[in-house]
Each structure stands twice: as C-alpha cells, then as structure tokens.
C-alpha cells in the first residue's frame, strides 16, 4: 500500500474514533444535565472531553501529515492546522489544551464547576463542528 494511502486511512480511521468519543462525551453532558450535581458524572464529562480533545488534536496531526506537513507536539499540530485552514479560531484550540493540561489537575468542585461549563457551552461545541468539517472531506 502505497504510503498517501496509509496516511489517508490512518486520519480516517482516527476520524471514526474521534466520532465515537464524541458521542460518549454528548452522552455524558446529557447524563450531567439530568444530575446537574452529580460529581461522578461530572467527572466522566471531563474525562470524555479530555479524550475527544487528545482524539481531535491527533486527527488533525495525521491529516495534517496526509497533506505532507510535519508537526507533532498539540500546540504545533494545532497551529499549523489553524494556518492551513482546518480551524477556524485557533486561540480558542489554544485555551482548550491549556485547560485540558489544567483539568487532569483540578481537585476543588468550582474549579471542577468551572470546568464543565466551559466543555457543556464552549469546548463540546467546537469538537463537535471540527469532526463534522473534517467529515465533509474526500
């Protein structure tokens, strides 16, 4: 198999994990909004943003590499995929590895409060827009 195939089905078969990570993490913020105080389920909305987030920024990296640029660190990945136009509000990707980094530390329920807010109106959204861009791709 000729390597622009490999990288081709390897930013696919990403996609189809990334796709099925956002369906827990919808299905989780559904949960959490019928036990809005339900730590535990708080914490598995985190968890399951925490994991589309890693899925998203690797999506892109090897679509990225599909198109034959090299970049492999989150922030590089997120940058470059900012400037070839695959993201549309590259700042906003920035804040949310930087609070993704932050939640894997967060122990206080406000901050922890804090946290979901962002994932439920912000950071779910936009995970959910870049899979369905990236599946408009042929």
Known sequence: ?????????????????????????????????????DEVIGMAVVKAYEFSFELSWKTLKDLLSYEGIDAQLPREVLRQAFSYGLLK?????????????????TYDQARA???????RETFAPELLQLAAELEKRP
């Open 1 to 37: 198999m000729a390597l622009g195939k490999i990288t081709d089905l390897r930013w696919r078969q990403r996609l189809e994990n990334l796709q099925r990570a956002l369906g827990q993490l919808k299905a989780a913020l559904e949960a959490h909004n019928a036990c809005i105080n």
């Open 89 to 105: 509000n590259g700042q906003l990707w920035i804040d949310m590895l930087e609070q993704r980094n932050l939640m894997a530390h």
């Open 113 to 119: 409060n804090q946290a979901l807010m962002l994932i």
